[in-house]
T-cell receptor
Framework: GAVVSQHPSRVICKSGTSVKIECRSL??????MFWYRQFPKQSLMLMAT?????????EQGVEKDKFLINHASLTLSTLTVTSAHPEDSSFYIC?????????????FGPGTRLTVL | SQQGEEDPQALSIQEGENATMNCSYK?????LQWYRQNSGRGLVHLIL?????REKHSGRLRVTLDTSKKSSSLLITASRAADTASYFC???????????FGDGTTLTVKP
């Protein structure tokens, strides 16, 4: 299957700082990328959908000014958690699809564990 | 509640036995997918079944879809200890614009 990478794999930061997470599709062009958040022993919750060159579409209840998403190229999307607080600590997972605007057969990254102290 | 509810929440079996997990959903779908997640890792795509399909096989995996009952099942035959993981179903809406994940089933296969 297609390969999606995330960087960093884990990050620990102080409350109030901003953290950037990168999601890259290594061997295909990801027209659409999805960002999910997963709390311990829970399912994945979709945060936002981003299409290359367009503004991200955020799910209800997700603050777009807090979770900044940029999808500037067909192989890279970034999620920046601004002014992170302990309640933002979670496992953040991206996925990529080569189908424009479609969630068919998403390829997932390995996830980034964020811990905010 | 979230579209895509799974049962059981947890399943513990012996190696060699079969494991069956079920997923129910609420709205019309374009397709349904099953994923596997090892602890602390990303998701691995297992099978996609479209709304006009009833059954699909892949190796030791068998997936069924009943759109009239809005339910799907994942059967893992001849389970192995390495199958220990969490399994999630995800439904793509009719525009397949996004997927909604179920709560997942945690499978433990004892050697």
């Amino acid at each position: 299957g297609a390969v999606v990478s995330q960087h960093p794999s884990r990050v620990i930061c102080k409350s109030g700082t901003s953290v950037k997470i990168e999601c890259r599709s290594l061997d295909f062009q990801a027209t659409t990328m999805f960002w999910y958040r997963q709390f311990p022993k829970q399912s994945l919750m979709l945060m936002a959908t981003s299409n290359e060159g367009s503004k991200a579409t955020y799910e209800q209840g997700v603050e777009k000014d807090k979770f900044l998403i940029n999808h500037a190229s067909l192989t890279l999307s970034t999620l920046t958690v601004t002014s992170a607080h302990p309640e933002d600590s979670s496992f953040y997972i991206c996925s990529a699809s080569s189908y424009s605007g479609r969630a068919d057969e998403q390829f997932f990254g390995p996830g980034t564990r964020l811990t905010v102290l | 509640s979230q579209q895509g509810e799974e049962d059981p929440q947890a399943l513990s079996i012996q190696e060699g036995e079969n494991a069956t997990m079920n997923c129910s959903y609420k709205t019309s779908i374009n397709n349904l997918q099953w994923y596997r997640q090892n602890s602390g890792r990303g998701l691995v795509h297992l099978i996609l079944i479209r709304s006009n399909e009833r059954e699909k096989h892949s190796g030791r995996l068998r997936v069924t879809l009943d759109t009239s009952k809005k339910s799907s099942s994942l059967l893992i035959t001849a389970s192995r200890a390495a199958d220990t993981a969490s399994y999630f179903c995800a439904t793509a809406d009719t525009n397949a614009g996004k997927s909604t994940f179920g709560d997942g089933t945690t499978l433990t296969v004892k050697p």
